[in-house]
């Protein structure tokens, strides 16, 4: 597992904690994987590029630093999108792309449905989010179609992984680095991943 992250600061095990509790509440959940994909981000772009830039304070002129990366932030829909609003309240720069992938019920096998990427991504550091890493399959897909469009330097961020999740990105895509909060022990027979958090789509929004 040298391609995978995982990132175990005090206040993200804490949250994590009430994540997981099956009395949490949709309004509750959101908010929480909000608070975790930002409280990520400090370790996921600590090698992000930056530039000397001039500016000026109310005092006087001083040299500074700005980002000097094209970040884009690519959500699996659904249950992406509150991760790349988090990520987005600490980068607001960030172009946004969408991948639609569900995962068929019988077969377990990921399914595209919709495909929308920011242009000129070849060059871009590109960040594919989804809370759960179960099997690898939507995950893969989602990267399959960041790489069609020619993107290079890519990175899977997920809340809760299972090994065979991350087992099946370092098959299909070696290249991409994994972060993660959580690395749980299992995948059951319907593919939820143990102890998990349940189905975080669901969760997020209130359906079943």
């Keep these: ?42 370790e996921i772009f600590r090698d992000t590029k930056l530039k000397e830039v001039e500016i000026e304070t109310p005092i006087e002129k001083t040299k ?14 659904r249950a992406g999108i509150v991760m790349a609003e988090g990520i987005l309240d600490l980068i607001p720069q960030a172009r946004v792309g969408y991948i639609g ?30 809370p759960m890493l179960a099997t690898g399959g939507s995950a893969s897909k989602a990267i399959t179609v960041v790489k069609e469009a020619h993107a290079k330097k890519i990175f899977f961020v997920c809340l809760i992984s299972a090994p065979e999740g991350i087992k099946k990105i370092e098959l299909d895509h070696p290249d991409v680095k994994i972060y993660t909060i959580a690395i749980d022990e299992k995948l059951n027979s319907h593919g939820y991943i143990v102890p998990g958090l349940g189905d975080a789509g669901d969760r997020l929004f209130g359906t079943k």
Excluded: G
């Design 64 to 77: 500074s630093y700005v980002i000097d990366e094209d970040i884009a932030i690519v959500p699996i829909l």
């Design 1 to 42: 597992m040298e391609n995978v992250n995982l990132i175990r600061h005090p206040l993200i095990q804490h949250k994590l904690t009430y994540l997981r509790k099956k009395e949490t509440n949709p309004k509750e959940f959101r908010e929480l994987v909000k608070e975790l994909s930002a409280l990520m981000v400090y």
């Design 101 to 130: 992938i569900y995962r068929d019920p019988q077969t377990l096998e990921p399914v595209e449905y919709y495909s929308k990427l920011p242009t000129n991504i070849e060059n871009s550091s590109v960040f594919v989010v989804d």
